[in-house]
């Protein structure tokens, strides 16, 4: 309002009457600068923010400052009341802080976000905002702060994780001889056994949260109590590594593969060998089975994955893949078979057709897990590039992209819920991927970034594009999630 009146007009857009003015206390040139300014859901009041890292929030008929507070933060650029006007949300230049709309209390911060923060915006829903900078877009649970624990602890490669039937409890293996358990909300570290193998490569537990069966790289699958870790058998599975690892529904059986170049079956309850599958020119790298337990699909035959039935062994099909395979997940619609394969490349196939439905570049180098999500939409990919790579399984179209920066992804998994992801690191670090809010729930560092956004040559967007790009994912993100039926 000139050099010596600070304040904000606010005009009825009919007839651009004046309405109310609100006067400013100047505290030097920059309080006339307004980063941000909203009008609360009901229409009452009116919240702003300057540069002289001043939030205020103002009646609008009688002009009272209902409360104005000078936090110790950086000038913030961008500000908006939460769906329920009980909360605001500030950015600028590299935190997110969300407010009590009502006391002006400082609730939550998101500091230290890499690239300048230009803008904060709240879903529909007021569970999570999300942050727009240079180059990126992150959503963050509204609700918690980010920097939680991790699963930390290992001193090499986490192979493998699973979650326990009944408990909040966590099972992780490693190459540095261990098993541990870890406590889901905190992790912290629960019960730790020492295996005389080299590395444990995958670990499950059995349906009524008794037993832990961990396959291992002597060919051996440990049998462990599921609450202490104290180990009860070892069956000798074979004389080479495992490398992955499957039980069934009733927990009575499991399937194993590994450079044996057979796939065996055994008896949880014995440990005796119920079926060998040698069908193999190479080691089994990776097999599944479907939901009904009577099927086998494997690597380990080049550019073929082939199936087999759990009941006779006899091979029921197979599929060519235009490089070696090495990696595979069945769907949950029991149809579409995806491989992962030896240069970086993802194939879905319908396995009634034997026909190729979907092909795409998924990683630089090699793709070192796979999973998907429960609503056969969505499909994670890590690599050996460290990244988690989020993608719509109908369209090859790449969603997002988690950057860790912790190395090699040997393993992931979907939860039931659909939105979270377990991922394992070759430093030794295990967690749990929101990919709703696209942070870390037991850790918080992870850069949730929007590939889109990047030039061809890595040069950030521009701040426009940034914002348009954050109403569609929010509405995407959204869509997904009411499609599915997950809250």
Request: glycine fraction near 10%; proline fraction near 3%.
């Amino acid at each position: 309002l000139g050099d010596d009146q600070a304040g904000v007009s606010i005009r009825r857009i009919s007839d651009a009457q004046e309405i109310r003015r609100i006067q400013m206390r100047r505290r030097g040139p920059s309080a006339a600068w307004i980063g941000g300014m909203d009008f609360s859901p009901d229409g009452k009041r009116l919240a702003f923010c300057s540069r002289d890292r001043m939030v205020r929030v103002v009646d609008i008929e009688t002009g009272r400052v209902i409360f104005e507070n000078s936090p110790e933060l950086p000038s913030m650029s961008s500000l908006e009341y939460s769906p329920l006007g009980d909360r605001i949300v500030t950015a600028g230049p590299d935190q997110a802080c969300i407010w009590d709309a009502a006391t002006g209390a400082l609730l939550s911060q998101q500091a230290g976000l890499k690239g300048r923060v230009s803008c904060a915006r709240w879903s529909s829903s007021g569970n999570a905002i999300l942050i727009c900078g240079e180059g990126s877009v992150r959503m963050w649970d509204a609700g918690n702060d980010a920097g939680r624990v991790g699963f930390s602890g290992h001193t090499s490669w986490v192979f493998g994780m699973d979650q326990s039937p009944l408990r909040p409890v966590v099972a992780t293996c490693a190459g540095d001889y261990t098993v541990r358990l870890w406590d889901r909300a905190t992790g912290r570290e629960l019960a730790r056994a020492q295996l005389p193998a080299d590395r444990a490569r995958t670990v499950r537990f059995s349906p009524d949260d008794t037993r832990l069966y961990v396959a291992a790289d002597d060919g051996s699958v440990y049998v462990l109590d599921a609450h202490t870790l104290e180990c009860t058998d070892e069956f000798a599975a074979s004389n080479r590594e495992l490398f992955s690892m499957k039980l069934s529904p009733g927990g009575d059986l499991l399937v194993t593969g590994g450079y044996g170049r057979a796939v065996h079956v055994l008896d949880t309850q014995t440990g005796n060998e119920v079926l060998r599958i040698k069908d193999f020119t190479q080691g089994v790298e990776d097999l599944t089975v479907d939901d009904t337990f009577s099927r086998v699909f494997a690597v380990g035959n080049g550019s073929d994955v082939r199936w087999y039935s759990l009941v006779s062994g006899e091979r029921l099909g197979s599929v060519h893949c235009d490089s070696r395979a090495i990696g595979l997940a069945l769907a949950p619609d029991q149809v579409h078979l995806v491989v992962a394969t030896s240069d970086g490349y993802i194939e879905s196939w319908n396995i009634d057709t034997r026909a190729r439905d979907l092909r795409f570049d998924a990683h630089r180098n090699a793709i070192t897990s796979l999973a998907i999500s429960p609503g056969n939409r969505l499909l994670a990919t890590g690599g050996d590039d460290g990244a988690i790579r989020l993608w719509d399984l109908t369209s090859g179209d790449n969603l997002a992209n988690v950057l860790a920066g912790r190395g090699e992804v040997p393993y992931l998994a979907f939860e039931p819920s659909g939105h979270i992801i377990q991922a394992t690191f070759r430093d030794g670090f295990a967690g749990l991927y929101d990919l709703l809010y696209g942070n870390m729930l037991t850790a918080g560092n992870a850069d949730f970034q929007i590939n889109r956004l990047q030039g061809e040559v890595g040069t950030p967007a521009t701040l426009d594009s940034i914002r348009n790009w954050s109403k569609s994912i929010l509405k995407m993100t959204e869509r997904y999630y009411a499609e599915t039926g997950t809250k």
